[in-house]
Protein backbone atom coordinates (compact mmCIF):
# COMPACT_ATOMS: atom_id res chain seq x y z
CA UNK A 1 0.00 0.00 0.00
CA UNK A 2 3.18 2.37 0.48
CA UNK A 3 3.85 2.13 -2.87
CA UNK A 4 0.62 2.96 -4.18
CA UNK A 5 -0.03 6.08 -1.85
CA UNK A 6 3.97 7.16 -3.40
CA UNK A 7 1.99 7.15 -6.91
CA UNK A 8 -0.99 8.53 -5.75
CA UNK A 9 -0.53 11.79 -3.64
CA UNK A 10 -1.50 13.89 -7.07
CA UNK A 11 -4.86 12.35 -6.36
CA UNK A 12 -5.54 13.91 -3.04
CA UNK A 13 -4.97 17.24 -5.19
CA UNK A 14 -6.77 16.04 -8.20
CA UNK A 15 -9.89 15.38 -6.22
CA UNK A 16 -9.73 17.32 -2.86
CA UNK A 17 -7.03 19.99 -2.11
CA UNK A 18 -4.04 17.88 -0.75
CA UNK A 19 -2.89 16.99 2.17
CA UNK A 20 -2.26 19.45 5.25
CA UNK A 21 0.80 19.40 6.87
CA UNK A 22 -0.81 18.22 10.13
CA UNK A 23 -2.66 15.68 8.21
CA UNK A 24 -1.67 12.18 7.88
CA UNK A 25 -1.25 10.72 4.50
CA UNK A 26 -4.58 8.16 3.86
CA UNK A 27 -3.41 4.89 3.24
CA UNK A 28 -6.46 4.06 1.22
CA UNK A 29 -6.81 6.95 -1.18
CA UNK A 30 -9.92 5.34 -3.19
CA UNK A 31 -11.67 4.86 -0.14
CA UNK A 32 -10.54 7.70 1.73
CA UNK A 33 -12.59 9.89 -1.13
CA UNK A 34 -15.13 7.22 -1.30
CA UNK A 35 -16.11 7.57 2.22
CA UNK A 36 -16.63 11.40 2.08
CA UNK A 37 -20.08 11.81 -0.20
CA UNK A 38 -22.55 10.03 1.39
CA UNK A 39 -23.42 12.19 3.96
CA UNK A 40 -23.78 16.13 4.09
CA UNK A 41 -22.71 17.49 7.55
CA UNK A 42 -23.04 20.99 8.80
CA UNK A 43 -20.50 23.31 7.70
CA UNK A 44 -17.41 23.20 9.54
CA UNK A 45 -17.13 27.15 9.98
CA UNK A 46 -17.62 28.01 13.68
CA UNK A 47 -18.61 31.64 13.05
CA UNK A 48 -22.12 33.37 12.60
CA UNK A 49 -23.72 31.61 9.17
CA UNK A 50 -26.54 34.10 8.33
CA UNK A 51 -29.27 32.43 6.78
CA UNK A 52 -30.45 33.19 2.86
CA UNK A 53 -33.49 34.79 4.04
CA UNK A 54 -31.63 37.04 6.66
CA UNK A 55 -29.74 37.50 3.77
CA UNK A 56 -32.31 38.43 1.67
CA UNK A 57 -34.04 40.58 4.12
CA UNK A 58 -30.63 43.00 3.85
CA UNK A 59 -30.64 42.85 -0.03
CA UNK A 60 -34.32 44.32 0.18
CA UNK A 61 -33.67 46.92 2.72
CA UNK A 62 -30.91 48.21 0.05
CA UNK A 63 -32.88 47.80 -3.27
CA UNK A 64 -36.10 49.44 -0.97
CA UNK A 65 -33.72 52.19 0.44
CA UNK A 66 -31.90 53.44 -2.95
CA UNK A 67 -34.69 53.13 -4.68
CA UNK A 68 -37.38 54.17 -2.95
CA UNK A 69 -35.79 56.31 -0.31
CA UNK A 70 -32.70 58.08 -1.58
CA UNK A 71 -33.70 58.21 -5.12
CA UNK A 72 -36.63 60.76 -4.87
CA UNK A 73 -35.48 62.63 -1.29
CA UNK A 74 -32.24 63.71 -3.14
CA UNK A 75 -32.89 63.31 -6.88
CA UNK A 76 -31.89 67.26 -7.54
CA UNK A 77 -28.68 66.62 -5.01
CA UNK A 78 -26.08 64.30 -6.30
CA UNK A 79 -23.64 64.51 -3.78
CA UNK A 80 -26.08 63.79 -0.63
CA UNK A 81 -27.27 60.85 -2.86
CA UNK A 82 -24.33 59.81 -3.32
CA UNK A 83 -23.00 59.82 0.75
CA UNK A 84 -26.15 58.34 1.65
CA UNK A 85 -26.17 55.99 -0.35
CA UNK A 86 -22.44 54.63 0.78
CA UNK A 87 -24.07 54.72 4.51
CA UNK A 88 -26.69 52.33 3.11
CA UNK A 89 -24.30 49.89 1.47
CA UNK A 90 -22.50 50.07 4.71
CA UNK A 91 -25.83 49.82 6.68
CA UNK A 92 -27.04 46.64 4.92
CA UNK A 93 -23.46 44.82 4.91
CA UNK A 94 -23.17 45.10 1.41
CA UNK A 95 -19.46 45.31 1.06
CA UNK A 96 -19.03 41.95 3.81
CA UNK A 97 -21.85 39.18 3.29
CA UNK A 98 -19.52 37.76 0.13
CA UNK A 99 -16.55 37.68 1.56
CA UNK A 100 -17.93 35.73 5.05
CA UNK A 101 -19.54 33.26 2.29
CA UNK A 102 -16.22 32.50 0.34
CA UNK A 103 -14.26 32.09 4.09
CA UNK A 104 -16.81 29.46 4.97
CA UNK A 105 -16.56 27.98 1.63
CA UNK A 106 -12.84 27.60 1.98
CA UNK A 107 -13.11 26.93 5.80
CA UNK A 108 -14.74 23.75 4.17
CA UNK A 109 -12.30 22.20 1.83
CA UNK A 110 -9.36 23.20 4.31
CA UNK A 111 -10.13 22.65 7.90
CA UNK A 112 -13.03 20.06 7.35
CA UNK A 113 -13.10 16.03 7.12
CA UNK A 114 -14.87 16.60 4.20
CA UNK A 115 -12.58 18.20 1.40
CA UNK A 116 -13.80 15.76 -1.34
CA UNK A 117 -17.43 16.72 -0.89
CA UNK A 118 -16.19 20.64 -0.61
CA UNK A 119 -14.47 20.21 -4.31
CA UNK A 120 -17.78 18.91 -5.54
CA UNK A 121 -20.14 21.01 -4.16
CA UNK A 122 -17.69 24.07 -5.72
CA UNK A 123 -18.26 22.09 -9.06
CA UNK A 124 -22.13 22.42 -8.56
CA UNK A 125 -22.14 25.91 -7.82
CA UNK A 126 -20.42 26.82 -10.63
CA UNK A 127 -22.49 23.97 -12.87
CA UNK A 128 -25.97 25.68 -11.55
CA UNK A 129 -24.11 29.01 -11.83
CA UNK A 130 -25.58 32.79 -10.71
CA UNK A 131 -23.53 35.43 -12.69
CA UNK A 132 -22.70 39.23 -11.81
CA UNK A 133 -26.25 40.88 -11.46
CA UNK A 134 -28.43 42.96 -9.15
CA UNK A 135 -26.17 42.82 -6.27
CA UNK A 136 -26.83 39.20 -6.06
CA UNK A 137 -23.39 38.33 -5.51
CA UNK A 138 -23.43 40.65 -2.41
CA UNK A 139 -25.96 39.28 -0.56
CA UNK A 140 -27.75 35.93 -2.10
CA UNK A 141 -24.91 34.06 -4.19
CA UNK A 142 -23.26 32.33 -1.33
CA UNK A 143 -26.57 31.36 0.88
CA UNK A 144 -28.12 29.90 -2.63
CA UNK A 145 -25.08 27.82 -3.03
CA UNK A 146 -25.08 26.87 1.07
CA UNK A 147 -28.94 26.47 1.11
CA UNK A 148 -29.66 25.14 -2.39
CA UNK A 149 -26.65 22.71 -3.80
CA UNK A 150 -24.87 22.08 -0.32
CA UNK A 151 -27.74 19.75 0.65
CA UNK A 152 -28.63 18.44 -2.30
CA UNK A 153 -25.67 16.56 -2.55
CA UNK A 154 -26.72 13.21 -1.24
CA UNK A 155 -30.13 13.53 -3.40
CA UNK A 156 -31.43 13.15 -6.71
CA UNK A 157 -30.03 15.16 -9.41
CA UNK A 158 -34.00 15.78 -10.03
CA UNK A 159 -34.60 17.47 -6.94
CA UNK A 160 -31.40 19.45 -7.03
CA UNK A 161 -32.67 20.75 -10.24
CA UNK A 162 -36.15 21.63 -9.31
CA UNK A 163 -34.83 23.45 -6.32
CA UNK A 164 -32.27 25.47 -8.19
CA UNK A 165 -35.04 26.40 -11.02
CA UNK A 166 -37.06 27.40 -8.03
CA UNK A 167 -34.78 28.88 -6.10
CA UNK A 168 -35.60 33.03 -5.36
CA UNK A 169 -31.48 33.84 -6.46
CA UNK A 170 -32.42 31.85 -9.93
CA UNK A 171 -35.85 33.08 -10.47
CA UNK A 172 -34.74 36.30 -9.72
CA UNK A 173 -31.02 36.06 -11.90
CA UNK A 174 -33.00 34.69 -14.70
CA UNK A 175 -35.67 36.98 -14.71
CA UNK A 176 -38.70 34.61 -14.74
CA UNK A 177 -40.86 37.35 -12.75
CA UNK A 178 -41.35 39.07 -15.56
CA UNK A 179 -42.69 36.32 -18.03
CA UNK A 180 -46.44 36.34 -18.84
CA UNK A 181 -48.41 33.88 -20.92
CA UNK A 182 -49.93 35.89 -23.83
CA UNK A 183 -52.88 34.00 -22.93
CA UNK A 184 -52.97 34.12 -19.21
CA UNK A 185 -55.60 35.89 -16.93
CA UNK A 186 -53.07 38.48 -16.33
CA UNK A 187 -53.02 39.40 -20.61
CA UNK A 188 -56.39 41.04 -20.62
CA UNK A 189 -55.89 43.18 -17.48
CA UNK A 190 -56.97 46.32 -17.95
CA UNK A 191 -53.77 47.77 -16.57
CA UNK A 192 -51.29 46.47 -19.22
CA UNK A 193 -53.66 48.61 -22.10
CA UNK A 194 -53.07 51.27 -20.27
CA UNK A 195 -49.71 51.00 -19.36
CA UNK A 196 -49.03 49.15 -23.00
CA UNK A 197 -47.14 46.33 -21.37
CA UNK A 198 -48.18 43.14 -22.72
CA UNK A 199 -48.04 40.19 -21.68
CA UNK A 200 -44.75 38.17 -23.05
CA UNK A 201 -42.73 35.64 -21.82
CA UNK A 202 -38.91 35.73 -20.78
CA UNK A 203 -36.78 33.07 -22.35
CA UNK A 204 -34.24 33.08 -19.90
CA UNK A 205 -34.77 30.71 -17.68
CA UNK A 206 -36.44 28.07 -19.83
CA UNK A 207 -33.30 28.66 -22.02
CA UNK A 208 -31.17 27.78 -19.26
CA UNK A 209 -32.88 25.02 -18.01
CA UNK A 210 -32.11 22.87 -21.67
CA UNK A 211 -28.76 24.27 -22.16
CA UNK A 212 -27.20 24.75 -18.81
CA UNK A 213 -28.85 22.88 -16.34
CA UNK A 214 -30.20 19.65 -18.14
CA UNK A 215 -29.81 18.24 -21.79
CA UNK A 216 -27.41 20.83 -23.29
CA UNK A 217 -27.32 21.91 -26.78
CA UNK A 218 -26.39 18.20 -27.59
CA UNK A 219 -30.10 17.40 -27.74
CA UNK A 220 -31.19 19.01 -30.59
CA UNK A 221 -33.52 21.03 -29.14
CA UNK A 222 -35.33 23.61 -31.10
CA UNK A 223 -36.15 27.72 -30.54
CA UNK A 224 -40.15 26.15 -29.64
CA UNK A 225 -38.78 24.22 -27.44
CA UNK A 226 -37.55 26.81 -25.75
CA UNK A 227 -40.56 28.34 -25.81
CA UNK A 228 -43.07 26.32 -24.86
CA UNK A 229 -40.66 25.60 -21.06
CA UNK A 230 -40.69 29.66 -21.46
CA UNK A 231 -44.71 28.79 -21.13
CA UNK A 232 -44.28 25.97 -18.32
CA UNK A 233 -42.16 28.25 -16.40
CA UNK A 234 -44.84 30.84 -16.28
CA UNK A 235 -46.27 31.39 -12.88
CA UNK A 236 -43.52 31.23 -11.12
CA UNK A 237 -42.02 34.22 -9.76
CA UNK A 238 -41.36 36.48 -6.70
CA UNK A 239 -44.34 37.47 -4.51
CA UNK A 240 -43.98 41.35 -5.43
CA UNK A 241 -45.31 43.89 -2.87
CA UNK A 242 -44.74 47.98 -2.34
CA UNK A 243 -42.67 47.03 1.07
CA UNK A 244 -40.65 44.02 -0.35
CA UNK A 245 -40.36 44.93 -3.93
CA UNK A 246 -39.38 41.87 -5.93
CA UNK A 247 -37.21 40.09 -2.65
CA UNK A 248 -40.55 37.82 -1.47
CA UNK A 249 -40.55 34.49 -1.16
CA UNK A 250 -41.21 32.39 -4.63
CA UNK A 251 -44.62 31.48 -5.20
CA UNK A 252 -46.91 30.16 -8.23
CA UNK A 253 -49.26 32.85 -9.67
CA UNK A 254 -51.89 31.04 -11.96
CA UNK A 255 -52.58 34.03 -13.33
CA UNK A 256 -49.29 34.69 -15.17
CA UNK A 257 -49.37 30.97 -15.65
CA UNK A 258 -50.19 30.10 -20.07
CA UNK A 259 -53.42 28.07 -20.27
CA UNK A 260 -53.38 24.74 -22.36
CA UNK A 261 -51.31 22.40 -23.35
CA UNK A 262 -47.35 22.49 -24.01
CA UNK A 263 -45.07 20.37 -25.77
CA UNK A 264 -41.38 20.15 -25.40
CA UNK A 265 -39.30 17.93 -27.04
CA UNK A 266 -41.86 15.69 -28.23
CA UNK A 267 -44.10 14.91 -24.60
CA UNK A 268 -46.88 16.88 -24.08
CA UNK A 269 -47.48 18.71 -20.52
CA UNK A 270 -50.85 20.19 -19.27
CA UNK A 271 -51.04 23.37 -17.92
CA UNK A 272 -50.66 24.54 -14.24
CA UNK A 273 -48.02 24.62 -11.37
CA UNK A 274 -46.88 20.59 -11.21
CA UNK A 275 -45.77 20.83 -14.93
CA UNK A 276 -42.50 21.78 -14.16
CA UNK A 277 -41.72 19.26 -11.76
CA UNK A 278 -42.62 16.75 -14.65
CA UNK A 279 -40.94 18.42 -17.35
CA UNK A 280 -37.57 18.69 -14.64
CA UNK A 281 -38.42 14.98 -14.31
CA UNK A 282 -37.85 13.84 -18.26
CA UNK A 283 -35.22 16.08 -18.98
CA UNK A 284 -32.66 15.20 -16.23
CA UNK A 285 -33.49 11.31 -17.12
CA UNK A 286 -32.47 12.81 -20.88
CA UNK A 287 -29.50 10.59 -22.14
CA UNK A 288 -28.31 13.60 -22.99
CA UNK A 289 -28.78 15.09 -19.38
CA UNK A 290 -26.99 12.22 -18.39
CA UNK A 291 -23.78 12.48 -20.85
CA UNK A 292 -23.93 16.25 -20.22
CA UNK A 293 -23.14 16.06 -16.15
CA UNK A 294 -20.51 12.71 -17.23
CA UNK A 295 -18.43 15.46 -19.19
CA UNK A 296 -18.57 18.31 -16.94
CA UNK A 297 -17.32 16.13 -14.07
CA UNK A 298 -14.63 14.95 -16.30
CA UNK A 299 -13.82 17.90 -17.19
CA UNK A 300 -13.41 19.55 -13.73
CA UNK A 301 -11.58 16.66 -12.50
CA UNK A 302 -9.61 15.21 -15.35
CA UNK A 303 -9.07 16.73 -18.51
CA UNK A 304 -10.31 19.23 -21.00
CA UNK A 305 -11.48 16.57 -23.89
CA UNK A 306 -12.98 13.62 -22.27
CA UNK A 307 -13.31 10.30 -23.81
CA UNK A 308 -16.38 8.18 -24.03
CA UNK A 309 -14.69 5.76 -22.08
CA UNK A 310 -13.80 8.14 -18.96
CA UNK A 311 -17.94 9.17 -19.09
CA UNK A 312 -19.41 5.71 -19.50
CA UNK A 313 -19.34 4.44 -15.60
CA UNK A 314 -20.49 8.03 -14.67
CA UNK A 315 -23.48 7.81 -17.27
CA UNK A 316 -24.24 4.21 -16.05
CA UNK A 317 -24.28 5.17 -12.12
CA UNK A 318 -26.40 8.01 -13.35
CA UNK A 319 -28.52 5.40 -14.87
CA UNK A 320 -28.52 2.61 -12.62
CA UNK A 321 -29.22 5.03 -9.42
CA UNK A 322 -31.80 6.91 -11.05
CA UNK A 323 -29.49 10.35 -11.16
CA UNK A 324 -28.83 10.07 -6.90
CA UNK A 325 -25.83 11.94 -6.54
CA UNK A 326 -23.78 10.28 -4.41
CA UNK A 327 -23.23 7.52 -6.93
CA UNK A 328 -22.74 9.54 -9.81
CA UNK A 329 -19.91 11.24 -7.49
CA UNK A 330 -18.58 7.85 -6.31
CA UNK A 331 -18.29 6.82 -10.45
CA UNK A 332 -16.08 10.10 -10.78
CA UNK A 333 -13.92 9.75 -8.11
CA UNK A 334 -13.41 6.27 -9.44
CA UNK A 335 -12.66 7.43 -13.09
CA UNK A 336 -10.96 10.26 -11.66
CA UNK A 337 -8.33 7.27 -9.91
CA UNK A 338 -8.50 5.16 -12.14
CA UNK A 339 -6.47 7.63 -14.89
CA UNK A 340 -4.45 9.89 -11.93
CA UNK A 341 -1.29 9.16 -13.59
CA UNK A 342 -2.37 9.47 -17.23
CA UNK A 343 -3.97 13.28 -17.21
CA UNK A 344 -3.05 16.37 -14.95
CA UNK A 345 -5.98 18.33 -15.20
CA UNK A 346 -4.62 22.42 -14.90
CA UNK A 347 -6.70 24.31 -11.69
CA UNK A 348 -8.36 27.25 -11.83
CA UNK A 349 -7.17 29.90 -10.11
CA UNK A 350 -9.88 29.59 -6.94
CA UNK A 351 -9.11 25.53 -6.84
CA UNK A 352 -5.32 26.42 -6.98
CA UNK A 353 -5.54 29.17 -4.14
CA UNK A 354 -7.05 26.73 -1.58
CA UNK A 355 -4.65 24.41 -2.65
CA UNK A 356 -2.28 26.46 -1.39
CA UNK A 357 -3.91 27.80 1.25
CA UNK A 358 -3.95 23.70 2.63
CA UNK A 359 -1.11 22.56 2.16
CA UNK A 360 1.15 25.37 3.21
CA UNK A 361 -1.00 25.45 6.36
CA UNK A 362 -2.28 29.57 5.35
CA UNK A 363 -3.41 31.71 7.32
CA UNK A 364 -6.67 31.26 6.18
CA UNK A 365 -9.09 32.29 5.98
CA UNK A 366 -9.92 35.19 8.27
CA UNK A 367 -10.43 33.47 11.66
CA UNK A 368 -14.57 32.88 12.66
CA UNK A 369 -13.50 35.43 15.80
CA UNK A 370 -12.69 38.66 13.06
CA UNK A 371 -15.48 37.81 10.67
CA UNK A 372 -17.81 37.58 13.80
CA UNK A 373 -16.66 40.97 14.74
CA UNK A 374 -18.33 42.86 11.93
CA UNK A 375 -21.67 44.82 12.81
CA UNK A 376 -23.45 45.52 9.88
CA UNK A 377 -23.75 49.60 9.87
CA UNK A 378 -20.12 50.05 9.92
CA UNK A 379 -17.71 49.77 7.30
CA UNK A 380 -15.70 46.49 7.08
CA UNK A 381 -11.87 46.13 8.00
CA UNK A 382 -9.60 45.56 5.16
CA UNK A 383 -8.90 42.06 6.64
CA UNK A 384 -12.65 41.29 6.64
CA UNK A 385 -12.62 42.15 2.75
CA UNK A 386 -9.74 40.22 1.60
CA UNK A 387 -11.71 36.97 0.66
CA UNK A 388 -13.76 38.87 -1.91
CA UNK A 389 -10.75 41.05 -2.97
CA UNK A 390 -8.09 38.56 -3.17
CA UNK A 391 -10.35 36.55 -5.33
CA UNK A 392 -10.68 39.14 -7.83
CA UNK A 393 -7.26 39.58 -7.95
CA UNK A 394 -6.45 36.36 -9.03
CA UNK A 395 -9.26 36.65 -11.74
CA UNK A 396 -11.84 34.07 -10.10
CA UNK A 397 -14.18 35.04 -7.85
CA UNK A 398 -16.39 32.15 -7.54
CA UNK A 399 -19.99 34.73 -6.93
CA UNK A 400 -18.95 36.47 -9.73
CA UNK A 401 -19.15 34.43 -13.54
CA UNK A 402 -20.05 36.74 -16.24
CA UNK A 403 -22.37 34.85 -17.98
CA UNK A 404 -25.01 32.48 -16.74
CA UNK A 405 -22.86 29.14 -17.50
CA UNK A 406 -20.30 29.95 -15.06
CA UNK A 407 -16.66 29.89 -15.34
CA UNK A 408 -14.99 27.62 -17.87
CA UNK A 409 -13.35 24.66 -16.84
CA UNK A 410 -11.11 24.69 -20.03
CA UNK A 411 -7.36 25.15 -18.95
CA UNK A 412 -6.72 27.80 -21.63
CA UNK A 413 -9.10 29.95 -20.67
CA UNK A 414 -7.04 29.98 -17.02
CA UNK A 415 -3.42 30.46 -18.80
CA UNK A 416 -3.07 33.49 -20.84
CA UNK A 417 -0.03 35.55 -19.13
CA UNK A 418 -2.29 38.00 -17.04
CA UNK A 419 -3.85 35.28 -15.37
CA UNK A 420 -0.87 33.67 -14.57
CA UNK A 421 1.02 36.60 -13.39
CA UNK A 422 -1.62 37.48 -10.85
CA UNK A 423 -0.94 33.92 -9.32
CA UNK A 424 3.13 34.81 -9.48
CA UNK A 425 1.90 38.15 -7.61
CA UNK A 426 -0.26 36.23 -5.02
CA UNK A 427 2.69 33.79 -3.98
CA UNK A 428 5.19 37.05 -3.81
CA UNK A 429 2.88 38.23 -1.13
CA UNK A 430 1.87 35.47 0.65
CA UNK A 431 4.09 35.42 3.21
CA UNK A 432 2.26 37.10 4.96
CA UNK A 433 -0.18 34.31 5.16
CA UNK A 434 2.45 31.73 6.57
CA UNK A 435 2.40 31.15 10.42
CA UNK A 436 5.96 32.08 11.79
CA UNK A 437 6.46 27.92 13.34
CA UNK A 438 6.63 27.11 8.87
CA UNK A 439 8.43 29.61 8.21
CA UNK A 440 11.59 27.26 7.50
CA UNK A 441 13.30 24.80 4.93
CA UNK A 442 12.16 22.02 7.04
CA UNK A 443 8.45 22.86 6.52
CA UNK A 444 8.89 23.03 2.94
CA UNK A 445 9.95 19.47 2.74
CA UNK A 446 7.43 18.38 4.63
CA UNK A 447 4.71 19.37 2.30
CA UNK A 448 6.41 18.80 -0.71
CA UNK A 449 7.14 15.05 0.45
CA UNK A 450 3.72 14.69 1.56
CA UNK A 451 1.60 16.11 -1.56
CA UNK A 452 4.01 15.14 -4.61
CA UNK A 453 4.97 11.82 -6.34
CA UNK A 454 8.18 13.56 -7.21
CA UNK A 455 9.42 15.54 -4.01
CA UNK A 456 12.77 15.27 -5.03
CA UNK A 457 12.28 16.81 -8.52
CA UNK A 458 10.68 19.56 -7.31
CA UNK A 459 12.70 20.34 -4.49
CA UNK A 460 16.00 19.95 -6.16
CA UNK A 461 14.43 22.82 -8.30
CA UNK A 462 13.47 25.82 -5.87
CA UNK A 463 17.05 24.80 -4.66
CA UNK A 464 18.86 25.31 -7.61
CA UNK A 465 16.74 28.72 -8.36
CA UNK A 466 17.44 30.14 -5.31
CA UNK A 467 20.29 31.01 -3.07
CA UNK A 468 20.57 30.06 0.46
CA UNK A 469 19.98 33.58 1.74
CA UNK A 470 16.84 34.38 -0.63
CA UNK A 471 15.45 30.58 -0.51
CA UNK A 472 12.62 30.96 1.73
CA UNK A 473 11.48 34.34 0.71
CA UNK A 474 11.42 33.22 -3.02
CA UNK A 475 10.22 29.64 -2.20
CA UNK A 476 6.66 30.60 -2.29
CA UNK A 477 6.52 31.37 -5.38
CA UNK A 478 8.82 28.68 -7.04
CA UNK A 479 6.78 26.17 -5.35
CA UNK A 480 3.00 27.83 -5.82
CA UNK A 481 3.96 28.45 -9.30
CA UNK A 482 5.83 25.06 -10.07
CA UNK A 483 3.95 23.10 -13.26
CA UNK A 484 3.17 20.23 -10.54
CA UNK A 485 1.62 22.69 -8.57
CA UNK A 486 -0.40 23.84 -11.11
CA UNK A 487 -2.15 21.02 -12.49
CA UNK A 488 -3.79 18.15 -10.55
Given at each position: ??????L?K?????????????????????????N??????????????????????????????????????Y?????????????????T???????????????????????V????????????????????A??????????????N???????M?????T????????????????K???????????K?????????????L????T??????Y??????Q????????????S??????????F????HQ??????????????K??L?????????H???????????????I???????M?????????K????????????I?????????????????????????I???K??????????????????????????????LG??P?R??Q??????????W??????????????K???????E????E???K???K???????????T???????R????????????????K?
Amino acid sequence: SLFIISLMKNFFRKVAFGIGPNEEVPSDPLNWALNQVDEIPEFSWKGKILTEKELRGHYRDWVYGDRKVLRKKYKDNKTLYKTHKDELRHKTGQKFWESLDIAIRHNEGINSKNPVLAKLWMFWGNFFAISEKDFLANYSTGPYQREIIWPNLNQSIEKMVYDVTTSWAMIHHLDNSESAGPKSATASEEWRRRKKEPATINENHGRELLELHTVSPKAGYTQEDVIQLAYIMTGWQQRWSKKNLETGNIWFNSEYHQIGKKNVLGKEYKKGKKALATVIKDLVNHPNCRDFVAERLCRYLITDEPTKEMKQPIIDAFKKSDGHIPEIHKAAIKVAFEYNDKYKKFQTPENWFIQVAKIADLKWPPSPVIMNSYVPGARPTKTQRTPERLLKNLGHHPYRAKQPNGWSDHSDDWMSPELLIRRLVFASKSRKFIKLENDNEEFYEKIINKNFDNPDKILNYTRKQTSKMRRLRDMNVLLFNHPEFLKA
